[in-house]
């Protein structure tokens, strides 16, 4: 089976980006059988960056991330999108299959753009999932891990990809399925909404602890005071311990909340405890890629060779079936 998902450069990876797409995507490609391409989206991110610098030092975060958390590149294959020209190529021919609609009715277009205000809304912005549909495409993906806000992107990719099919009655492209965990769907964030780089309410693992603990105790948590009985299900510091916490770890935090005497200072402290002790090997890891720039380049070049021979097949293919060779 092959997997693949993408990181947009538009930030350092959050916690919600590794609960909810880094770690499934490395587990199920250490599946036997499976094999997996994991790609940065450094296209995608300049319809919100255009600073050059700044998205060259995210596209490093983003690399030393998948590293950190162990990902095999002698196996699989990691790359930038930008590298592989073969992105835009196919997103052009997919745009013409596109119907306008679609666009205007996907839900993060019509969150971004009211945020944005349409004098500030991009082309980019809104053919932004006829890229994503293109990144998918080419690989002939099968399977997707993604966050839940990420479904109806991948409803789109094989919505395009069936009216491609259904044009040559062929099998030009695979129709790839979603990967949601339904646990870790929508990791929240400090203030209780979906965690997000756009709403500034995310936890960097890989920041320095003292600028850790300051966002972790920042955390939104009620006015109970500290010797009464706290409902952790209502928490978002519980909330947040429990999707890295083992189990006899949250069945204790969660006994601490009930009995009282118990403050939401506590729980905080022993958040940022656990994710200094749990992502140890992965704090160092990602430090050493960040100050190895020749060792994360030599991955991403190799991975490069990789993913244009495997997209170069696809291209062929709509190539032939389109009429353009
Ligand atoms: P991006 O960069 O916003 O997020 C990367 C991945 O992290 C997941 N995620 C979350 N999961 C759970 N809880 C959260 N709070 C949370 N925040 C983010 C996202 O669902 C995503 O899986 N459009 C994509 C990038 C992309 C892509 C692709 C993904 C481009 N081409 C092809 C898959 C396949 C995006 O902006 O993700």
Redesign the pocket.
């Known amino acids: 089976m092959r997997i693949?998902?993408?990181?947009?450069?538009?930030?350092r990876?959050?916690?919600?980006?590794?609960?909810?797409?880094?770690v499934p995507a490395i587990q199920l490609s250490e599946q036997t059988g499976n094999e997996s391409f994991l790609?940065i989206?450094d296209l995608?991110?300049l319809t919100t960056l255009r600073d050059g610098e700044t998205r060259r030092e995210y596209v490093r975060a983003i690399a030393a991330t998948w590293l950190a958390f162990g990902y095999d590149t002698d196996k699989n294959t990691i790359w930038r999108?930008s590298r592989v020209a073969e992105h835009t190529e196919l997103a052009w021919y997919l745009n013409c299959f596109t119907p306008m609609p679609m666009l205007q009715n996907a839900t993060?277009f019509k969150d971004k753009s009211d945020k944005l205000g349409s004098s500030a809304v991009s082309a980019g912005l809104f053919t932004?999932?006829i890229?994503?549909?293109a990144?998918?495409l080419l690989y002939d993906?099968h399977l997707?891990?993604?966050?839940?806000?990420?479904r109806q992107?991948?409803e789109m990719?094989r919505d395009i990809a069936s009216s491609v099919n259904h044009q040559y009655g062929s099998e030009v492209f695979v129709l790839?399925e979603p990967r949601?965990d339904e646990r870790?769907?929508?990791?929240?964030?400090i203030d209780g909404a979906?965690?997000?780089?756009s709403y500034g309410n995310?936890i960097d693992i890989f920041e320095a602890p003292n600028d850790l603990y300051k966002v972790i105790k920042k955390i939104k948590s009620d006015s109970t005071p500290l010797e009464e009985p706290k409902n952790p299900d209502m928490d978002i510091t519980f909330q947040l311990y429990s999707l890295i916490a083992s189990d006899e770890q949250v069945a204790q935090m969660r006994r601490n909340y009930e009995a009282g005497g118990y403050g939401y200072g506590h729980a905080k402290k022993e958040l940022y405890e656990l994710i200094l002790t749990k992502y140890a090997t992965e704090r160092e890891r990602f430090d050493f890629y960040m100050n190895n720039d020749a060792e994360l380049e030599k991955v991403l070049i190799a991975g490069e060779e990789k993913a244009r021979t495997v997209a170069r097949q696809t291209i062929g293919r709509v190539r032939t079936v389109m009429g353009f060779n």
């Open positions: 693949l998902t993408g990181i947009q450069s538009s930030g990876p959050h916690l919600g980006n590794i609960l909810g797409a880094i790609f989206a995608h991110s999108q993060s932004y999932p890229l994503q549909a990144d998918i993906a997707v891990p993604v966050g839940k806000d990420q992107h991948i990719t790839p949601i870790i769907m929508t990791i929240p964030g979906k965690m997000s780089k995310y």
